[in-house]
């Protein structure tokens, strides 16, 4: 007997930079190896049927006045993967320049492949580079401020 085991995950932004990530694993075992593939495109086309199904109930979705947060006690829900200081002008960008919050969401997926609040350091840096640019370029100090960082090894 031969093992198979498949898997499929999606993960789907949502409305607040909320997201939802649904997967399913399936293990089964077949007789004779020339049907791996048969097999396996069956599977993967029941996981994928599977997963989209289930995420069409989405359940709880932040309502349009949730507070962003990160989850750091002060009452926001939220967690981000960047650091405060990024999440903050992030929304600042969308805030002052009144971006679209599901097109600010969909290019993150389109350059990182996550949610905006999933984001890394580095990664939410990469956009809000790309925020700044298409609100018309740097936004005077506010960039300097924010990437300023004092370095005690080239202090004098």
Known sequence: MITLEC???KK??????SSHQFSVTLRTEIADLANVQTESARLYALLQQSVDTSLRQPGFLPGPNAAPGN???????????????????ILK???EHK???PAVEQLAQDRFGKSVRSLNRLEASGLIDALIEQTGGNTG????????????????
Request: net charge positive; proline share 4%.
């Open 71 to 89: 989850g750091n006690g002060n009452g926001r829900a939220e967690v981000w993967g960047c650091s405060e200081k990024q999440r903050d002008f």
């Open 7 to 9: 898997s499929s995950q």
């Open 99 to 101: 971006l679209e919050k």
């Open 93 to 95: 960008l969308v805030e």
């Open 141 to 156: 100090n506010q960039r300097r401020r924010f990437n300023s960082r004092s370095n005690p090894a080239t202090a004098r």
């Open 12 to 17: 789907v932004g949502l409305p607040q930079y």
